[in-house]
């Protein structure tokens, strides 16, 4: 069998439409565009190629994007105080603390200032409650969780009953996918188990299941003989295990490999993502999901 092959890289595109048009209906009805602030400490690469991304994906939809740079040694009141100018300004709807931050300032404290009304990337532990709950309480599924609930849906995937096994209890990745498959609703309503290091008999778990979900860090971990066949997979992974040239510009770029062995495992699974392409699209799409979920709340409520 060959799996049909779930591309972020298309399902991105596709979100990335539905928000364009939504922004210009906000546009019509507000004379108002979701505003989108993303705070960068500092100039590690990683984050400076991650936020530059950010901010182009948010201009691509027509949102008011501003992407505020500080210096590494900024102070953690100055930077508390930063959070709440856009807490207050109203025509920001979305506020976006690049981590990591720098080792004199508490992160913890820093993300917890935040209104978690703006938080679109749901890490305030108000919204971490209130995914628990489910329902109209959640306000921002945090972001690549709610890409692959998103990739899953769009496959045409059945979650109602489905057994879905979580590889990994990461508080980005694991424990909210695993907590928004199991809720009672639309593209959930899933019967879910969560493995970790500590897991007994991980292969047995992960052959169960209908749906795998794995977020673990390690290339290779699940290997084709543990997928049932026809499963659907999601490998969340994304691991550099080597350099190459890039044949387009000629450039040092990484070799990424999922936490599934792609190749074989396409040859059992009913669908699955590749890596990269799969998962990775979504994160930024459904951040940019998120604000524009926070604009119209704002916006229809005067605020
Ligand atoms: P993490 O915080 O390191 O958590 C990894 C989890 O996997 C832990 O719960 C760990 O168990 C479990 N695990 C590790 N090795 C295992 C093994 N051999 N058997 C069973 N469980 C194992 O990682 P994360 O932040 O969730 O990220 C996971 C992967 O997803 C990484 O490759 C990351 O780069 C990727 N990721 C991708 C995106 C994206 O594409 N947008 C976003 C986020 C993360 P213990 O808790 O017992 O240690």
Redesign the pocket.
Known sequence: MTAKLIKGTDIREEILDEITKEVAEIKEKYNQVPGLVTILVGENPASVSYVTLKVKTAERVGFKEIQDNQPEDISEADLLALIDKYNKDDSIHGILVQLPLPKHVDEKKVLNAIDPDKDVDGFHPVNVGRLMIGGDEVKFPP??PA?IQEMIVRAGVETSGAEVVV????????KPIANMMVQKGPGANSTVTI?????KD?EGHCKRADILIV????PG?VKPEWIKPGACVID????RVGEKISEKTGRKVAILR??VDFDAAKEIAGAITPVPG???P??ITMLLFNTLESARRHLSAGV
């Open positions: 972001c690549t890409g590889v990994g209890r990461s508080n980005i990745v694991g493995v970790h290091t500590r897991t991980l977020a673990a860090g390690v971990l969340v992974g994304v691991n999922g936490d799969g998962v990775g979504m994160t």
